[in-house]
């Protein structure tokens, strides 16, 4: 639950600073249309229900984030589980996944915004739809189109590769498959050292090539593989 809370927190913050950095960006390229201007304290007033939208845009962002964070994580556990003939299986976890979760959050959140956007603005509506067109112009929705398929083609790519990321346990050895798929085998003899990392599932497992694996990032981390690795490999856990 704690970690669900910070995780809200740290995307309300991320999207607090990119939201506006975003608008401020796609108004500088845009032109508006040259038509019936609106008054400077319409402008001033639409400008401060503007805020439902963004505070609409902050809560989707947030809740999709963790939703897409939590559920990539449970499809990458199904989707590794297959592969079948291991002792342990470890997958990213949600904080492994709570990045790409957010990017994918960021890019999704418009899709209900858009379908609260006329309840949320009430008779307001058409005065914000004709502020858009004077800062924006009509060109506008084509480029945020254009920008939502780029979003959603990069959050697709990330997902991904965080996918492809996995741990397989078995007997004697282990292998590891990064990121890029390149896979590494190793027996449990070439494990140098296991350390306990001071919380619950956390510990670093270096190999004697140097590389580690860091299961603070991966789950399930169970007591029962730890105590097979230290068993096989005749290493003791640092604490």
Known sequence: MLEILRSLLISFFAIAVLLPVVRFAMRRLLTGTTGEKLTRDEQQYIQKKEWKLTIAYFFFACVLAVFSAGILAMFSSIIHASTGGWIHLLTP??????????????????????????????HDYELYQNYLLQSEGRGSIKLYRILFLVMLALSGIVIWYVMQWHVRIFEN???VTNILSEERSYSMSQIDKIEYLGNEGEYLITFNDNSNINTTYLKPVQLEMIALLSEKSGKKVIR
């Open 93 to 122: 976890n949600f904080r492994a996944f709570f990045a790409p979760g957010l990017l994918l959050g960021l890019t999704l959140a418009v899709l209900p915004l858009r379908l609260v956007q006329r309840s949320l603005l009430g």
């Open 173 to 175: 050895t282990l292998t």
